[in-house]
T-cell receptor
Framework: DAGVIQSPRHEVTEMGQEVTLRCKPISGHDYLFWYRQTMMRGLELLIYFNNNVPIDDSGMPEDRFSAKMPNASFSTLKIQPSEPRDSAVYFC??????????????FGNGTRLTVT | AQSVTQPDIHITVSEGASLELRCNYSYGATPYLFWYVQSPGQGLQLLLKYFSGDTLVQGIKGFEAEFKRSQSSFNLRKPSVHWSDAAEYFCAVGTPGTYKYIFGTGTRLKVLA
């Protein structure tokens, strides 16, 4: 299995631009998560989906952030407009199972976003 | 509210020495507990997990962790560290029945040759 695939690996953009991060979960996994990692705040859960439906988006910091999962094999996290404080590493993770303990999270390699 | 504390930001050990990384959690009942490892430029990989039962849990790469309810701790140990163990280690807690993983801030391990 190829694992969770994220693209791009690195993204540098100017403040005010739209940024789209992409994720392909492991085939067959029915949960998908977006996390943000910064030195100051550590690893934060932004949103997660179950069977392509957003379940909890309480971690999404502002209306500038949006996430979609149009099908079981693809998800996007969009920031519009981007700001320098959005600079971070964004991880996508997927898992299989219903209860938290039954299936661990499988992480992608992340997208390092730099907003200048 | 759940929380996870990893009191050591950085730890340096010599290759072959033993290792213990500390993790304390705050939760009203027994949570699910996890240790993940992150190598530079990579995502997080699960080392081990605890749900219930035996409080000493074995994981991959020779790691183990012990759940101590009285101390609200879930410390990670390895008897002999290898240079390839240099990475960042994250403790995480989850509430049974949900997908709310709360991660600690991580401990960066450096291994001296």
């Amino acid at each position: 299995d190829a694992g969770v695939i994220q693209s791009p690996r690195h993204e540098v953009t100017e403040m005010g631009q739209e940024v789209t991060l992409r994720c392909k979960p492991i085939s067959g996994h029915d949960y998908l998560f977006w996390y943000r990692q910064t030195m100051m705040r550590g690893l934060e859960l932004l949103i997660y989906f179950n069977n392509n439906v957003p379940i909890d988006d309480s971690g999404m910091p502002e209306d500038r952030f949006s996430a979609k999962m149009p099908n079981a094999s693809f998800s996007t996290l969009k920031i519009q407009p981007s700001e320098p404080r959005d600079s971070a590493v964004y991880f996508c993770a997927s898992s299989l199972g219903f209860l938290i303990g039954n299936s661990p999270l499988h992480f992608g390699n992340g997208t390092r976003l730099t907003v200048t | 509210a759940q929380s996870v504390t990893q009191p050591d930001i950085h730890i340096t050990v010599s290759e072959g020495a033993s290792l213990e990384l500390r993790c304390n959690y705050s939760y009203g009942a027994t949570p699910y507990l996890f240790w993940y490892v992150q190598s530079p430029g990579q995502g997080l990989q699960l080392l081990l997990k605890y749900f219930s039962g035996d409080t000493l849990v074995q994981g991959i790469k020779g790691f183990e962790a012990e759940f101590k309810r009285s101390q609200s701790s879930f410390n990670l140990r390895k008897p002999s560290v290898h240079w390839s163990d240099a990475a960042e280690y994250f403790c995480a807690v989850g509430t049974p029945g949900t997908y709310k993983y709360i991660f600690g801030t991580g401990t960066r391990l450096k291994v001296l040759a």
